[in-house]
């Protein structure tokens, strides 16, 4: 599927495009290509573009707008966490769309979601561990660690045990099913029980959010002074991470008490002009329900040079 032809709609776009402030001429990363979207706004707006996907699907999609804009993109089948690694220069803008794509959910042979029965994979760059390997090979007491923190899995105990009783799993109906036996799913259920478990066992196997905080590090150093960052995450444990590295970035981390002073800080802020996070109205999501957890925070780069020593990522 090309990315003109794809139903994927880019979530905040026009407050996306509006942030980085494009002029024409300009050097854009976008580091979550997916179906293009973002890039092709950033093209028409008239920025040069490179575009970075460790999926190795959507970076063949994409060969057809690559072709189309006659060296205005160039294409990178690689994470954005390694973005400074294919630019020979400083950038005008980094954008980042963080999480799973629409795409990705709807291949049922990708194994992302239980809306389609699939094999259990969710191997973004479709190498290395895979969900099946994952939930069939560690011990219960890892998968009750991940199901905790990245899905926040209240009974995540509960859930270990049950997967553990049940190997092998392979498919994603079968994980899907442990899970809702687990912990008691009734079919007027307004969110199904196993979101958080998929969601849990995806960002573990793709390392989501160790990338997005080498990302963030990556998009700092490449950006020259004035450059504009975009990061557009889904759930609040992304949006923690940006704020946390923005706050910290920008020179704003608490200023300490009497019990406690404030710590010189060991590095000049690198970044300013952090924007109030951005949501989307009602009209997006009532055409794009994906839009509705979404969050777009902005900021701009000072010209101090990047973070060393204990806080940089």
Excluded: C
């Excluded at 008691?184 to 969110?191: F, L, M």
């Excluded at 300490?256 to 002009?273: E, I, M, T, V």
């Amino acid at each position: 599927m090309t990315p003109a032809s794809s139903p994927h709609i880019p979530v905040l776009l026009d407050a996306v495009i509006a942030g980085l402030a494009i002029r024409p001429g300009e050097t854009h990363v976008d580091g979550t290509f997916g179906a293009g979207g973002y890039t092709r706004a950033m093209l028409d707006a008239g920025a040069r573009v490179v575009a970075f996907d460790r999926d190795p699907d959507a970076v063949a999609a994409g060969a057809v707008l690559e072709a189309e804009r006659g060296g205005a993109l160039r294409l990178v089948a690689d994470n954005f966490s390694a973005m400074e690694g294919h630019l020979p220069e400083p950038v005008d803008g980094v954008t980042l769309d963080i999480g799973v794509s629409s795409m990705q959910l709807d291949q049922a042979e990708r194994g992302f979601s239980f809306q389609a029965d699939g094999p259990l994979d969710m191997r973004m760059a479709r190498t290395g561990m895979s969900a099946a390997d994952f939930v069939n090979e560690a011990d219960e007491g890892e998968i009750a660690d991940v199901l905790y923190h990245y899905g926040e899995e209240p009974r995540s105990r509960r859930v270990a045990k049950a997967i553990v009783a049940a190997r092998p799993l392979t498919r994603t109906a079968e994980l899907a099913s442990v899970v809702r036996r687990a912990l008691g799913h009734k079919p007027h259920d307004k969110k199904d029980p196993a979101t958080r478990t998929f969601q849990a066992i995806r960002i573990h196997v793709n390392r989501e959010l160790g990338e997005l905080e080498d990302g963030l590090a990556a998009a700092e150093r490449v950006l020259k002074p004035g450059g504009r960052l975009a990061v557009v995450t889904f759930h609040s444990l992304e949006d923690r991470i940006v704020k946390r590295f923005l706050r910290e970035r920008s020179g704003g981390e608490p200023a300490g008490s009497r019990h406690l002073p404030a710590a010189k800080a060991a590095n000049a802020p690198s970044f300013d002009g952090v924007a109030k996070p951005v949501r989307a109205g009602e009209a997006e999501v009532a055409a794009n329900p994906r839009a509705r957890s979404a969050t777009l925070r902005v900021a701009r780069r000072t010209n101090a040079a990047p973070w060393t020593g204990r806080n940089a990522a």
